[in-house]
């Protein structure tokens, strides 16, 4: 086995045909910046940068869900952070905040379900977003404000699974970095039978020298033309995933087609609660009207996101969008693909 920086011997000089990886994770973004593996790269490794934000891939009309919530039906919502500042069609819900909506900022599902147990004269919502790693968190909120009898708390769904996504995507690239956090969860049959198919993947952890044994893996295959899989963060990532996990979601939620952010509708890649657990999605007790939602049409968020432009092509990077003041999601996100080109200076 080669040492770490053997490997990363093995990636600078690199000379054979050019290869196209996406690193379908936010992280996976940040830290190949963070850590200098870009700088690294030659000019015929190029990595892009996929939907692997789920803060950048909920959709417009999703925002305009909530602002709706906040400013019609004067409920308490609840959410993470980096939520606060995506612009939905005419506002963010930052600003919502100041024109005296009700938004709390929270750390998880629960803190949403606690904040609902003690806040019981208060209608409380809380913004379900993330992929398979998050979403048990949710569901777990949900089967407890059930069995406390909490009339008062709700979730409004944006939960996504990675695998229609991979379906969409993998034209974009010649392998895929599959996100080590969501396998953890699904487990690694799924990419091997993608590589059946002909798509190529590696699962990557998330130091410097799990990165770059993954890029090594790559390049290695990739010159004897067949499709290929490993796990490359096997002291995370097992072939059975998360059985558990799974089904504490199994239970609550089943699967439902969704609007991606740059992708369009995506079959059966969302995540719903089942009709027992119907008194706490917000949409039916609310009864939400269907909102559209309008981006910015300044904004090249979901090219980026396919894979299909750097943030440094639109023509709004580092000017009318910053992270103070971003025009899209991949800007506003820690994961977010333009935060991570701004802040490092990417190229």
């Not at 009700?102 to 919502?125: K, Q, S, W």
């Not at 996100?179 to 990419?191: D, E, K, N, R, Y």
């Not at 090594?216 to 995933?241: A, D, H, L």
């Amino acid at each position: 086995m080669a040492t770490y920086e053997e490997a990363k011997h093995i990636v600078a000089s690199y000379n054979g045909k050019p290869i196209r990886i996406m690193e379908v994770c936010g992280t996976h973004t940040h830290e190949t910046f963070r850590l200098g593996i870009r700088k690294l790269l030659p000019p015929n490794i190029e990595l892009v940068s996929g939907p692997g934000c789920p803060v950048c891939v909920t959709p417009v009309s999703f925002i305009d869900e909530a602002l709706w919530l906040a400013l019609e039906r004067k409920v308490t919502v609840c959410t993470f952070g980096d939520l606060l500042r995506v612009p939905g069609t005419t506002m963010t819900l930052s600003e919502a905040r100041g024109r005296g909506a009700r938004v709390e900022i929270v750390y998880a599902p629960r803190d949403a379900y606690e904040y609902a147990a003690v806040h019981r004269n208060e209608d409380i919502v809380f913004l379900s977003v993330g992929f398979e790693t998050t979403t048990p968190a949710s569901c777990l909120a949900v089967t407890e404000a059930k069995k406390a009898g909490l009339t008062n708390f709700s979730i409004l769904t944006a939960n996504k699974t990675m695998p229609n996504a991979y379906e969409a995507m993998w034209r974009s690239c010649d392998a895929f970095l599959y996100p080590g956090h969501v396998h953890a969860v699904i487990g690694t049959s799924l990419c091997r039978k993608l590589a059946q198919r002909g798509i190529s993947g590696v699962v990557a952890g998330f130091t410097a020298k799990e990165l770059i044994t993954a890029l090594v893996y790559i390049i290695k295959q990739m010159p004897k033309g067949n499709p290929f899989f490993t796990n490359c963060y096997p002291r995370v990532v097992r072939p059975e995933g998360s059985p558990k996990g799974r089904a504490i979601v199994a239970a609550v939620m089943e699967s439902c087609d969704t609007q991606w952010r740059g992708l369009g509708m995506i079959p059966l890649s969302g995540m719903k609660l089942r009709a027992d657990y119907a008194a706490f999605d917000s949409r039916t007790k609310y009864d939400i009207p269907f909102l559209e939602g309008r981006e910015d049409p300044a904004c090249r968020c979901g090219d980026v996101l396919q894979g299909k432009c750097k943030p440094t092509e639109c023509a709004v990077f580092g000017k009318g969008c910053t992270p103070e003041h971003a025009v899209g999601t991949c800007m506003v996100s820690n994961e977010g693909t333009c935060a991570a080109f701004y802040r490092y200076g990417g190229i």
